[in-house]
């Protein structure tokens, strides 16, 4: 430290030893050693810095402004507030010496980056304490030794988007996987049939490329949020392309998107609201399917996430990271020059945000992330090669490869996306399409990417209810030509079948009446997530393992509502099922849902006299009863019998609770039950239906049937109104006391 003067917020001894030490930053990694080895003793740590101080010498040099020693006590404090003379001393850990380690820690800060935070790791006396992320600015000594920048927060200056486009053209240069999934290698393709001119932002006008002409452009998802005056219709097109559009009429995040194309270099930019003629029907539904190829084919695209509306506008300043200690920091000597003396900063940790997310990282507010609620948003993101995100907390490049912070901010980096953060490759492979073989793990991969993206789309809203399926026919239009099968209103007519119909709604009962539920006019068949308005998620997600199939898929079929957009919108739907099904009544004393079977006619023979012995039968129920299951009970005639608790798919369907309806099993599984030691329970699922007299009301003739017996096969169609799961205890209580059916043919609308 030779030439190096010393900060007077700085103690000696704190210089002398983690100042000197760099606070272990360049050391090895601090990490807790595995448990068993020989040599652990007090400490299970290794690496980093360590010191030994007393808690008395700590707060001293504290109070009389050490910063380094300032920031240990508020960690030990558990809070965050400078200690100053006069105020009372708090307790600290312990009242013995405090053995101290100090390093960098490992963290990854993206499941697909391979670059590591420099997390400051703090454990003292053997605990670990909630650890900052240190960063410098670029300009500073210490950032050939610190990989952490600070965050931006002007995203709309010209040093922001000149780092912006230098992480867009290291993506096209040096990533392989995004240049592997991009469309063409040169980065050239095929032109949208208009385009927004951004030669001059004061002026930008539209422009439409001759057929087949190829280039480069950029495209924005946005929110729109309210109406747009000066969008493109049939009356003011041809002033558009002749004259321009006054830049001051338009509203502000598309003003704010013509910047950010002009500045980093790019001609062209596409805007639904303004390259597509909003009052022609017909130009409408030709670009509706080009939807796909347009994100797809995009050299990036803006994501105006922290935009509410169209008139909001994405360039405004964000608030700057306020560090939380900021620390000097020797830089090593080189052959040539002295040590000198950089600066480092150290980040709020997960205390200081908001104890929901689970995630330091994650500080994304959902409040001002608009685009994560729009349902068009989420294919408008996921087909792109690279997006450029501009947060409620600074602007960020997500491709293929990795999400990054521009400028190379390493903390605080945004999850943009609730589903999958990548599509599988083989989605995304336009150049050589894969075709996924059925049973491979690509196949499987592609099957699971669509049901996490189901998830997240299902979540979100839209301002026209029609547009349910239309608003993620492009990505399942990738699906589609990767799996190589027919699109049935939202699920496959693949061996996934089944599996695709145990969908169900994770809301909690005390949220129901927030729920959107169904529609109000037809959409989709019942037995389809998209027939509701609400998130969705599926029962093999839930820990259910779903093993055995007790039906067979007999047709499943739609009705499109335009031939040519097999992944639109559809006027009708059937399923046909050969399977056993089940009258049954709901449980009368339950405050959550529960059925249990019809008793049979008394002047029957017991179903089970076929089955067993009256003895047989007799030590059944004793063990039944003996297993004292929450899912068995004894009916009023002191019969035992099961329950199965369900699942209804909106609070509009509790008016089935004073119909007749029946349950059809789909599936045996097992579920695992966290005992020690481990060990799994089987179980039954399936669906629950009621007779069809119009899936929204018996208004509803399109949909209208007789009520004929529920055995009479497919003369009776039904509707989905939920599904059931219940151990295999209550269903041997079932075998007990209602005869087997036999399986026939049943319709499902």
Wanted: proline share 7%; glycine share 6%.
């Amino acid at each position: 430290m030779r030439g190096l003067r010393k900060p007077p917020n700085i103690c000696p001894c704190c210089w002398e030893g983690p100042v000197a030490a760099r606070y272990g930053l360049l050391d090895d990694f601090v990490e807790e050693k595995p448990a068993g080895d020989d040599d652990a003793q007090s400490s299970d740590w290794s690496g980093g810095y360590v010191y030994t101080i007393t808690p008395a010498a700590l707060l001293f040099r504290a109070i009389f402004g050490c910063v380094w020693c300032c920031h240990l006590v508020m960690q030990l404090r558990g809070e965050r507030k400078l200690i100053f003379p006069g105020e009372p001393i708090p307790q600290v850990v312990g009242r013995g010496p405090l053995e101290i380690r100090i390093g960098r820690g490992r963290e990854q800060w993206d499941d697909t980056s391979q670059n590591t935070l420099t997390a400051f790791m703090i454990v003292v006396n053997g605990e670990q304490q909630d650890y900052p992320f240190a960063y410098t600015m670029a300009d500073d000594p210490a950032a050939a030794w610190i990989e952490g920048r600070v965050r931006i927060a002007d995203v709309g200056s010209p040093r922001a988007l000149g780092l912006a486009k230098t992480c867009i053209e290291q993506c096209a240069r040096d990533h392989p996987r995004c240049r592997a999934l991009s469309i063409h290698a040169d980065d050239s393709a095929p032109l949208p049939t208009r385009l927004i001119d951004c030669t001059d932002p004061d002026r930008p006008r539209i422009v439409q490329p001759t057929p087949g002409a190829r280039g480069g452009y950029a495209a924005l998802s946005y929110v729109w949020g309210e109406e747009q005056p000066h969008r493109t219709t049939v009356a003011n097109l041809a002033s558009y392309m002749r004259e321009g559009i006054e830049s001051d009429t338009l509203p502000q995040t598309i003003r704010d998107a013509i910047h950010v194309a002009h500045a980093l270099g790019m001609r062209f930019l596409w805007v639904d609201s303004l390259c597509i003629v909003q009052d022609s029907r017909e130009d409408k539904h030709r670009e509706l399917r080009c939807m796909r190829d347009i994100y797809r084919h995009a050299y990036f695209t803006i994501d105006a996430l922290a935009a509410k509306t169209v008139s909001a506008g994405f360039l405004q300043d964000r608030r700057p990271l306020k560090p939380v200690a900021t620390l000097p920091f020797i830089c090593p000597p080189s052959s040539v020059d002295l040590p000198r003396l950089g600066t480092i900063y150290l980040s709020p940790t997960l205390s200081d945000y908001n104890p929901d997310l689970s995630d330091i990282l994650t500080i994304l507010d959902p409040a001002l992330s608009y685009t994560l609620d729009r349902a068009w948003c989420l294919q408008e993101t996921l087909m792109s090669t690279r997006t450029l995100i501009f947060t409620s907390e600074t602007v960020q490049l997500g491709c293929q490869t990795l999400t990054q912070n521009v400028g190379g901010a390493q903390i605080n980096t945004c999850d943009t996306t609730r589903g999958p953060r990548r599509l599988p490759d083989a989605m995304l492979r336009d150049r050589d399409p894969l075709q996924a073989v059925p049973g491979s793990q690509a196949w499987a991969d592609i099957h699971d990417a669509w049901r996490r993206v189901v998830t997240d789309y299902s979540a979100r809203r839209l301002s026209c209810a029609t547009d349910k399926l239309t608003a993620c026919a492009g990505l399942a239009e990738l699906v589609g030509r990767a799996l190589c099968v027919d699109y049935v209103a939202g699920l496959w007519r693949d061996e996934r079948l089944l599996r695709s119909l145990m969908w169900y709604r994770p809301v909690p009962w005390d949220r129901w009446v927030e729920a959107r539920g169904r529609p109000s006019a037809y959409r989709a068949p019942s037995w389809s997530w998209a027939s509701l308005d609400d998130e969705v998620a599926w029962l093999e997600d839930s820990g259910l393992s779903l093993r055995t199939a007790l039906v067979e898929v007999v047709k499943c079929t739609v009705t499109l509502k335009d031939e040519s957009l097999p992944y639109g919108e559809v006027t009708d739907g059937s399923l046909v099922l050969r399977a056993q099904i089940y009258p049954c009544k709901w449980h009368p004393r339950t405050s959550s849902c529960h059925l249990m079977p019809k008793r049979p006619d008394r002047h029957q023979s017991p179903p089970w006299a076929a089955m067993m012995t009256a003895e047989q039968h007799a030590k059944m129920i004793e063990a039944l009863i003996r297993s004292r299951n929450p899912h068995i009970e004894y009916d009023a005639d002191g019969v035992l019998v099961g329950k199965l608790k369900v699942m209804l798919d909106h609070l509009n369907d509790a008016e089935v609770r004073d119909r007749d309806v029946w349950v059809v099993p789909l599936w045996w599984g097992l579920v695992q039950v966290r005992v020690q030691p481990k060990s799994e329970i089987s179980f039954m699922t399936g669906l629950v239906l009621t007779r069809e007299d119009g899936p929204y009301g018996p208004a509803d003739a399109h949909h209208r049937c007789e009520n004929r017996d529920p055995h009479a096969g497919r003369n009776t169609r039904y509707r989905r109104v939920g599904i059931f799961h219940g151990s295999n205890v209550a269903w041997r209580a079932w075998d007990s006391y209602i005869a087997l059916p036999p399986a026939v043919e049943i319709e499902i609308v």
